[in-house]
């Protein structure tokens, strides 16, 4: 069986983009190799880590579960995209003040499943926080500081209305 | 603080050291800019799969690879015979400093026989990771299934099969170690507790899994490689002399590292292969272990069964403890740093903070058709602290003596140090009592216990913990891997220079992983020179650029590091000192360094700049007598001088809700309290306990590698093998007691293992404390489920 | 590791999904929301030879309430089934059940009907489609059909959708008035697949069990309805003997798979444990009510 191939046309981080890509590639190879976009990372590619996590049309989603050909006339938005616009600035900068992070691997993931928490940010437990990222594997940090850098962002957000 | 400590550079106010501090690698991080080994691509790139043995043992009769040679975009085939010949000879994982240990030489990968499910015996290079692994599909090897052992308490047995006919048995290390006398103290004790613990095979689960690139240029003859490790100069060394390179022909660059916890201090056999690709080649090969992979071939840890003994007076008073260790290892005996250090620390630290002075352990290290076992964070310390702690609590029980009494009444005390353990190694240092008092008051312990008790009439089942602990971190170059012949190096470098513009390169043998060793060498530093913590810049992780050191394993990082680097920057200082009297015609002892800026002792006037003493230094240099040959550079390197390890000391407490009929778990308060010495910069010594609590509650409660009786494991994805998520994890509350060690100037201690080493302990003892009234006891570990309702008898 | 090579037609509407999945017969698979799919195949655990995409096929998805039966779409996602008022109004248990659903990135991509079609054991929408008495409408090429919910779980992954059939829509008759519904699951972790999973939909009056579902799932291979417990139940008053005569049923009921989660002792305890629990609050909700 040869390689199947086919044409996709996207945005990614609001720049139009169309390549060719075997059909069997899931997303995130796609951005990693194609785009040269290595800010999203793989830690397992069964759906189970989240460290692949990027928005395509507005939802996180897993990169690694999705063909890169499903993405055809999608809009996808990754860290880096998500690090130009400024959106979610306050929150990285409560990550690093932080130290929500120690290896940085999963922390694009966290940011971007952390980000949904923070479009229309509401009062929410720590428990809820810990609920929302529970499907973000963290190793090093034990994730206190993650949901304290969540918690600030969401209770600084809510503050300044 | 220690009092006796004497006032350095290091405790002026405003001194970056005990300071919390961003990291420059988060800063990168959040903005998806780490750069890990698998985001570099140069061109050319080839990526290397692997056919791997499916059978726990088996014999390989033939491999056929004419299919996948065919195959679109296949660079190279090789199999295990024909890497041999590029290498200088197989590993024996054995070190001197064990006696008697033996263990059978190794190929990095498969000739004639695999020995675990999982070892690699057939390399297919091709141009991306998918075509490698579908040629690799086409390879078809013929094996003979052989039986397998499996099963750690009869691999001893006679009617066993040995695993490796040369070694005439399947025993890879036996030690007893023995003070006192045991058995008198046995006899003379009003309380006997014995019982016997099991713990699961564990690995370690980096998010990023094991990667390497390997580049070659056949004209100069350099191998390049980056590399995801902890250890740099060790890889350098070990891919060196296995592949027949020159030592100083070799650069490794551990770029950004995606977790390590022990796992990337080795060398695996694939990792080999990869590189002799790129020798073969002469182009670029990366080999980046896929999830299924890690679970398969990275290194396992912590399977053993301990039988404990303790004894004590009516009053509570531990007089011996002693424990039977058999612990499980894999196929072979991981090189170079062995499959036997899990067992050895066991030994060395069970019951490690308590005053009895008759003690015997002894283990039987077996080798079984499993994933090789080796260091894994905190080796060795969850399994006798598990051990030690459960049985002071038992015997806590059967005194009717409340926890935390019996340890009050047993530690070691603050002021009688140094000491020698009943293990027989030598304490200083420590703060047994001052960390027991503060956990009493950060617990709110006996309003807990009030709280516990209101509880229970409400038919809801808490448990309160205690564990104290001691922890060996920084290993001296007296004890084990030099000394038993490794090629690991237990002193670390570093190189600090002061550039022409003022600023300060510090390039240091030791590395992170996202503890914050950067940040925090640089807070050394920058505190001891004077200078902004902005004009430092601190380089690791690259064998071309720094000094020659073991790198971060052992939690040594801070504690080796750190006081090489307080030493450079000192005689660094002294330099630029030396210099400025001349300049200023002063006398070097009346001037100080402040910010960047050359001052009277006593006053924040600058008299001139480090930038200037920088332009002067490399660009003027005639301004400067003769007789000042400077340098503006130093080296310092540091290592211990008898000592066996640097050890620490801490308490942990948890309290957990155990649901009886379920038998799930909620951890619902965790605090731990631990002396590393000096803290650099306390947030980051916060998170690195945190976080290494969290890696010990996965294996208390979650954690192990499954294997079935045909040696098949069981649940390798991260589906099956359940790690610690956020949901279920608690909040978890750090506090330090800073005891300065004596044996440097820094006075900084390890602190990256002290959260893993005593958080399965605690939470086994909260469990047990919450099930206890039912009559029930767990001793094994993870405590799943199943564990809890068949320990109250409900299943 | 990477997924083997296939071939992927994205279908333009539900008539040319149909007509691949009958030209490609075995050959061909649905890919929905991958989110089970696309871990087998990044392990290369199957081998399809064509992928059939039916993410772009718009009349396959939503929630509408159409005389007292809710219509959800195979093709809608879990997240709009959780955020859904009509679900959130009429099918509690749905609601109760959707937040055991993995993860919210899972959630935001996986769908109803790829996690009915695959009748994973321990996953929670075929439990709660069994226990709700739903209706799941096929279709081929030469038809439409409709399948009892009763009569669709055959054993472990398997269905009885035809291979050239596709899983297009929910039928599920909305909740009743005087209806109680208790979804109860345990996994150790957030999101994991369960161990022990109870759905329970009850009529209970004067603490009275007058009707009663309970649709098992994580033990067996499939979601299993708890016949004999149900039988020790019905028409009795809620009590500690009561609940006794239902967990002795229950043994007969169910026949729990051993794996690496626990034994089947365990999981037939668990499940014992949880049928006590959901008849408490079942008779909890009903009185709230």
Redesign the interface.
Known sequence: MSEATLEISLTVNGEAVTKTVPVRQHLVDFLRTELGLTGSHLGCEHGVCGACSVRVDDAVVRGCLMLAVQADGAEVVTVEGLTETGEIADLQKNFVERNAMQCGYCTPGMLITASELLREPKPVSREEIRGHLSGNFCRCTGYHAIVDAVETTINNRLEEG | MNKETPITLLDKPNSYVGRTL??D????????????T??I?PARTLHAAFVRSPYGHAKILSIDVDAAKQQ?GVALVMTGAELAEMCTGPWVGTLVCFDGMKSEPQHPMAIDRACWQGEPVVMVVAS???EA??AA?LVTVEYEELPVVIDKETALDKDTPVIHPNLGDNLAFEKTIESGDVEKAVADADIVIEDTFTFGRHT??????RALLAEYDPGTERLTIHTSSQCPHMIQTVFARTLGVPEHNVRIVAP??????GLKIHTFGDEVAATAAAIKLARPVKFVA????SFATDIHARENRVSGRIAVTKEGIITSMDIDVRSGAGAYSQYPRTSVFEANQILNITGGPYAHENYRAKTQVVYLNKVPTSQYRAVGHPIGNSVGESLVDQAAAACGIDPMEIRRRNVMHDDSYPRVSAAGIEMRDLSHQQCLETLVERMGYDALLEEQAEYRKKGIQRGIGIAAFIKGTAPGPAGYYGAGGAPISSQDSCTIKLEPSGGVICMVGVTD????VDTVMGQIAAATLGVPMESVRVIEGDTDAVPYGGGTYASRATAIGGEATYQAAMTLRAEILEIAGVLLQAEPDTLDIVDGHVVDKGDTASRISLAEIGRIGHFQVAELPNHIQHTLSATHRFRLKDALYIFTNGIQGAYVEVDT????IKLLNHWVIEDCGRVINP??AD?QV??????GLGGA??EEC?YDAAGQL??A????Y????????P??EVAHIQTHTGVSELGAKGVGES?TGAAPAVVMNAVNDAIRPFGGKVTAQPM???TI?KALG?? | MKAPKFDYIKAESRSHALELLDQLGEDGRILAGGQSLMPTLNMRLSQPGTLIDINKVSDLSGITLEDGVVHIGAMTRHVEVATSPIVAKHLPLIAEAMKHVAHHAVRNRGTIGGSVALADPAAEMPACILALGATLVVESINGRREIAADDYFKGLYETAREPNELLVEILIPSKKTGEVSVFLELAQRHGDFAMAGLACVARVSNKTFEELRLVYFGSEDRPTIGTGAIAAVIGQTCSDECKEAAAIALANDLDPMTNLQGSAAMKLHLQKVLTGRALDTAVERAEAT
Do not use: H, W
């Open positions: 961003s990291r690698a988060a800063k990168r991080a959040v903005a998806g800019r780490g750069r890990y698998d985001d691509m679109p991306s990771r998918a692994e579908d599909e370690a689960v980096s998010l990023e899994p950004d590292v995606g977790g390590s916890f896929d999830r299924l992979e992983q996202g503890q914050g009929d379920t038998g799930f947030q980051l998170e945190r976080g290494g609590c969290v890696q409660l979650y499954v069981q649940n994805t991260l589906a099956d359940l790690t610690p998520m956020a949901g279920e994890m909040d978890i959260g799943s489920p199943e309702l409900k299943v």
